[in-house]
C-alpha cells in the first residue's frame, strides 16, 4: 500500500504550516497547488521543506504546482485559499472575494478528485463550507470545516495559561459558528477532570471566554497584517489525522445539521466523530435552556452569514 495523498490549495501562511505538520508526523505525500502565477512561490517551499527531511528522517514526497491537475489521488484536500482579513475587518468583510475563490476550487476538485475528504479553512468559514456544499453536492459526511478545534484549542490555551496548569490536561469543548457569538460550553471544562468551576472564579472564567470568543481578532490585530495561522495549521492536521488513521476522534467541527440540535441545513461547530467515513457523525447531548438561547443567537449569526453570499 502506498502512501496517503494529501493536497493543500492554497500555499500562503496556513498552508505552509500545514505542509510542514504533515510531512513531520509523515501522514502523507503533500502536494501544494495554488494559483498559475504562485507556481514558483509553492514550488519553492516544498523543495525547501524537502531538504529539512533529513534533520529528523521523515520519508514523505512534498511538491508544489500551479496546475489543479495535481488534485488527481488525493485522498484528502485541506483548502486554505482565499484571502485573510486585516485589522479592522471582521470574517464576513471577505465573502465577495472568497466566495469567488471557493467556486473555482469546487469546480476543480469535483473535477479531480470527486472522493476526497474535504476540510475548509477559509473565512468566514460558516458561509464558505456552505457554498462549498452547494457548488459541489458532495456528499455531507466528505465536507467538513474547521474553526470548532481551533476556537476550543483556544480555550484550552488560555485554561492552561490563568491555572498554570498542563495544557495537556485541559479538556473543553466550543460550539457554534466561528465568530464572536461561539459558545465555549463552560461546563465541559475540567483540568484533569476536575471542573473548572472549582478551580477559577466565575469572573476569571468569564473573561477567558470573552478571550476566546475574540481570540483571532486579538491575534490579527497583533500581526497588523494578516491573520493567525499556527494554530489554525495544528487544528487541521487534528482533524486530517483523524480522517487518515480513523482514529474515530471527537472533535468540534462545522457539519451540516440536518436535525442535530435542531439545526436543519447549517454548517455549524457540533462534536464530530471523524474517521474514515470522514463526518462518520454528530454526537448530541442535552442543552441547558441558557445554552439553547445561546445557540439560537449563534445559529441567527451563521444564517446572517450565509445569507450574505446570495446562495
Ligand atoms: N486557488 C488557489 N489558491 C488561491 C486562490 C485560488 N483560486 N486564491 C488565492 N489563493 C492562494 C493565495 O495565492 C495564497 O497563497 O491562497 C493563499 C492564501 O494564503 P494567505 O494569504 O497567506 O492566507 P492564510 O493566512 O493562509 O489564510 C487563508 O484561511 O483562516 C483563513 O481567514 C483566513 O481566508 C483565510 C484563509
Known amino acids: 500500500m502506498g502512501r496517503k495523498k494529501i493536497a493543500l490549495i492554497g500555499g500562503g501562511q496556513i498552508g505552509g504550516i500545514l ?3 504533515c510531512a513531520e508526523k509523515e501522514l502523507g505525500d503533500v502536494v501544494m497547488i495554488d494559483l498559475p502565477q504562485m507556481e514558483g512561490t ?9 531538504a529539512s527531511r533529513p534533520h529528523d528522517g521523515y520519508d514523505v514526497e512534498l511538491t508544489g504546482s ?15 485559499a482565499g484571502v485573510p482579513r486585516k ?11 472568497n466566495l469567488k475563490v471557493m467556486k473555482s476550487v469546487a469546480e476543480s476538485i469535483k473535477t479531480h478528485a470527486p472522493n476526497a475528504f474535504v476540510v475548509l479553512t477559509t473565512n468566514p468559514l460558516d458561509a464558505m463550507v456552505y457554498a462549498f456544499h452547494k457548488f459541489t453536492g458532495f456528499p455531507k459526511n466528505q465536507i467538513v470545516g474547521m ?3 481551533l476556537d476550543t484549542a483556544r480555550f484550552k490555551t488560555f485554561l492552561a495559561m490563568e491555572t498554570g496548569l498542563s495544557v495537556q490536561d485541559v479538556s473543553a469543548l466550543v460550539m457554534g459558528g466561528h465568530g ?10 475540567t483540568i484533569g477532570g476536575v471542573p473548572i468551576t472549582d478551580l477559577l472564579s466565575a469572573e476569571k472564567i468569564e473573561e477567558i471566554a470573552e478571550r476566546t470568543r475574540e481570540a483571532g481578532t486579538e491575534i490579527v490585530q497583533l500581526l497588523g497584517n494578516g491573520s493567525a495561522f499556527y494554530s489554525p495549521a495544528a487544528a487541521v492536521v487534528e482533524m486530517a489525522e483523524a480522517y487518515l488513521k480513523d482514529k474515530k476522534r471527537v472533535i468540534p467541527s462545522a457539519a451540516l445539521c440536518e436535525g442535530e440540535y435542531g439545526i436543519d441545513g447549517y454548517f455549524m461547530g457540533v462534536p464530530c466523530v471523524i474517521g474514515a467515513g470522514g463526518i462518520e457523525k454528530i454526537l448530541e447531548f442535552e442543552l ?5 438561547n445561546l445557540l439560537e443567537t449563534t445559529l441567527n449569526a451563521v444564517k446572517t452569514t450565509v445569507a450574505e453570499t446570495g446562495i
Open 19 to 21: 505542509a510542514m505538520i
Open 180 to 189: 464572536p457569538t461561539m459558545i465555549p460550553l463552560i461546563r465541559t471544562a
Open 147 to 149: 474553526a470548532g478545534s
Open 66 to 80: 500551479g496546475d489543479f491537475a495535481a488534485l488527481k489521488g488525493a485522498d484528502i484536500v485541506l483548502i486554505t
Open 87 to 97: 485589522p479592522g475587518m471582521t470574517r464576513d468583510d471577505l465573502t465577495e472575494i
Open 288 to 292: 441547558t435552556p441558557e445554552e439553547q
Open 42 to 50: 509553492v514550488k519553492g517551499k516544498m523543495l525547501d521543506l524537502m
